[in-house]
């Protein structure tokens, strides 16, 4: 069973941005192979970065590798000195956004309609379609 986690970032335009459970993982490894790649562009060692950062160097590899969360404070910091835009990395464009939004209004009005057994079916079905 999924979870809704809402979280609130300020430095972006949208003011709340919905994670199922379980993708944190997924972001964080999307957000630290974008700081590590930026890094390595730049040709700078984790030590040579975490320092200019304010960081430790075993915290930015963490954070490199997804096994860490990063606060916005530190991300922000981090994007500023690397020049990053992590706003791409997180959240969809808002056509993507809109678009999405609009089918899933529509399955939502449609789901709430149905009854117990029809959605354990079409869970199913959806499982499947994902793979």
């Given at each position: 069973?999924?979870?809704?986690?809402?979280?609130?970032?300020?430095?972006?335009?949208?003011?709340?941005?919905?994670?199922?459970?379980?993708?944190?993982?997924?972001?964080?490894?999307?957000i630290g192979?974008k700081?590590?790649?930026a890094?390595?562009?730049?040709?700078?060692?984790?030590?040579?970065?975490?320092?200019?950062?304010?960081?430790?160097?075993?915290?930015?590899?963490?954070?490199?590798?997804?096994?860490?969360?990063?606060?916005?404070?530190?991300?922000?910091?981090?994007?500023?000195?690397?020049?990053?835009?992590?706003?791409d990395?997180?959240?969809?464009?808002?056509?993507?956004?809109?678009?999405?939004?609009?089918y899933?209004?529509?399955?939502?009005?449609?789901?709430?309609?149905?009854?117990?057994?029809?959605?354990k079916?079409?869970?199913?079905?959806?499982?499947?379609?994902?793979?």
């Amino acid at each position: 069973m999924f979870v809704d986690t809402i979280i609130y970032l300020p430095i972006f335009d949208y003011s709340v941005i919905k994670f199922k459970t379980g993708h944190w993982m997924e972001l964080r490894k999307k957000i630290g192979k974008k700081i590590r790649c930026a890094r390595e562009e730049r040709k700078m060692t984790q030590e040579q970065f975490s320092e200019k950062a304010g960081v430790d160097v075993s915290y930015l590899s963490y954070v490199e590798n997804g096994k860490r969360n990063v606060s916005i404070d530190v991300l922000e910091r981090i994007s500023n000195l690397l020049d990053l835009n992590l706003e791409d990395s997180i959240l969809p464009s808002e056509e993507v956004q809109t678009e999405h939004s609009q089918y899933l209004f529509e399955i939502t009005n449609l789901l709430k309609t149905m009854d117990k057994e029809t959605l354990k079916a079409l869970h199913k079905v959806l499982r499947d379609l994902k793979g």
